[in-house]
């Protein structure tokens, strides 16, 4: 359940889905997903989704990106997709 906003240095709580930025990510529970191309039916793995908001003062500066070892992180707006996943 969500509480407060994903931005850790935030202290921002959820009360309504219109004020800010709603995230749904997909989590794999038994580990990394083997690499290379898949089709959604060939998955070995279950997912689950997360849910993550951001208020609306963090969702004007910042979005969320995947970081490998440190999971869901903050980063600017405008970061270039390839290195979302490595800003943090």
Same mark, same amino acid.
């Given at each position: 359940?969500?509480?407060?906003? =994903? ?12 004020? /800010? ?9 038994? /580990?990394?997903?083997?690499p290379g191309p ?20 963090? =969702?004007?500066?910042?979005?969320? =990106? ?18 979302? =996943?490595?800003?943090?």
């Amino acid at each position: 359940m969500v509480t407060k906003c =994903a931005n850790p240095s935030c202290e921002n709580e959820f009360h309504y889905l219109r004020d /800010g930025k709603l995230f749904l990510v997909e989590v794999d529970d038994l /580990g990394p997903i083997p690499p290379g191309p898949q089709l959604a039916k060939e998955r070995r793995h279950p997912l689950r989704v997360e849910h993550y908001w951001l208020c609306e003062q963090c =969702a004007a500066s910042t979005t969320l =990106a995947i970081d490998r070892k440190r999971g869901v992180v903050t980063v600017p707006l405008g970061t270039p997709v390839v290195r979302r =996943a490595a800003a943090g």
